[in-house]
């Protein structure tokens, strides 16, 4: 858990880097869009994205940029593998690596993804581009490590959960202990009462008998 935990802080750094150079990334898809003129239909699959890179980019800065996209992708991809090793999980966690696998299909279609509060991805764009364009490519990666969060966050209280409660056999006590502790209770009880009996019978043995009052004749007296 610790190693899942570790490598999406990693990607989330990348993942920072890349998205202060969200402007960059929309012009380099404008550039290769023009190249490939492909200016009317949305950006709305990684392979779209790779092909754009592969054969249509003229530019380092727009290869670059397109490149760090495509890496963070795959680093994520990489991620839902181990995922599924860590912890088998129920429901609940198959369903989120499903969620993710999905997203991360090279030949999905992400056109109507939309990344929401507290993303901002969305309203950097123009209305135009937003609607129409590129709206669901800069919403792909902050949905899938918002999912991905969401999943260790489950699988870290169902683990402690687990362990808090633990195996039965941990908590009850096995038959021997429990004849064991009985016999230790009726040996204690017994000898407390043998210790009573032994002080009883000494205040017997030693207890002066009480003195009576001399007889005296009925009448008064002076005391």
């Not at 129920?90 to 509060?117: H, Q």
Request: with cysteine; net charge positive.
């Amino acid at each position: 858990m610790d190693e899942v935990v570790e490598t999406l802080r990693k990607i989330e750094q990348n993942y920072k880097l890349f998205q202060q150079q969200q402007f960059t990334f929309i012009r380099a898809l404008e550039h290769t869009r023009e190249e490939a003129h492909d200016l009317i239909k949305p950006v709305s699959s990684i392979v779209q994205v790779q092909c754009y890179k592969d054969h249509h980019c003229y530019n380092s800065t727009d290869r670059r940029i397109l490149n760090m996209f495509i890496s963070i992708c795959n680093d994520l991809r990489n991620l839902c593998q181990k995922l599924e090793k860590v912890h088998p999980g129920d429901s609940v966690t198959k369903g989120l690596v499903e969620k993710c696998k999905v997203l991360l299909n090279d030949s999905n279609d992400f056109t109507a993804l939309r990344a929401t509060y507290p993303h901002g991805v969305v309203n950097y764009l123009s209305l135009e581009e937003a609607k129409h364009r590129y709206g669901g490519v800069v919403s792909l990666i902050p949905i899938v490590i918002d999912t991905m969060r969401e999943w260790i966050t489950y699988s870290k209280r169902n683990v402690l959960y687990v362990v808090s409660h633990g195996p039965a056999t941990c908590e009850k006590e096995t038959p021997t202990v429990r004849h064991l502790a009985s016999q230790t209770s009726i040996s204690n009880k017994n000898a407390v009462q043998l210790q009573e009996k032994d002080f009883q019978k000494y205040l017997a043995a030693n207890q002066r008998p009480q003195q009576k009052a001399p007889w005296r004749p009925p009448g008064k007296h002076p005391y």
